[in-house]
């Protein structure tokens, strides 16, 4: 019980939990969380993040409709514990958070119960000009 009382900074980065928003439509609002557990922030990089959500997509139940979704691009939606956007689908106030493939989590600010958008850099570019919800 005394990790419990721990701080965020304290949490050992080699076993955060991160979460992975599949984001399938923007429009309609249509995403799925991939909650990834004990992911070494340390040395996985966005990259490797990549691939091992995609191996997530063809094993777990449930997600059959985002098998042949062309996702291609990562990028921060909320840091632990911080402020959530007012965008219920992706962030779009921070176009500094895309992540780069070559750097590790860790480098790029990802801490333990960060999530992360996974999309189609088209769709959500389309959806950036005119963030209407059609639903």
Known sequence: MADESRTMDE????????????????????FKNVVLHDVDLTTTTTELLRQIVEEKI??????????NHNFDT???????????T????????HEDWF?????????????????ISYFNRV???EYKK???VKW
């Open 11 to 30: 949490v050992d980065p080699h076993a955060a939990t991160v979460t992975v928003r599949l984001i399938k439509s923007f429009d309609f609002r249509t």
């Open 58 to 67: 063809k094993m777990l139940p449930g997600m059959r409709p985002y098998h």
């Open 74 to 84: 990562l990028k921060l939606y909320t840091k632990a514990h911080g402020s959530k």
């Open 86 to 93: 007012q965008n219920l689908i992706i962030n779009l106030d």
């Open 99 to 115: 992540l780069d493939p070559s750097k590790t989590l860790l480098e790029q600010s990802v801490a333990n119960e960060t999530e």
């Open 123 to 125: 769709l959500y570019e």
């Open 130 to 132: 005119n963030p209407e």
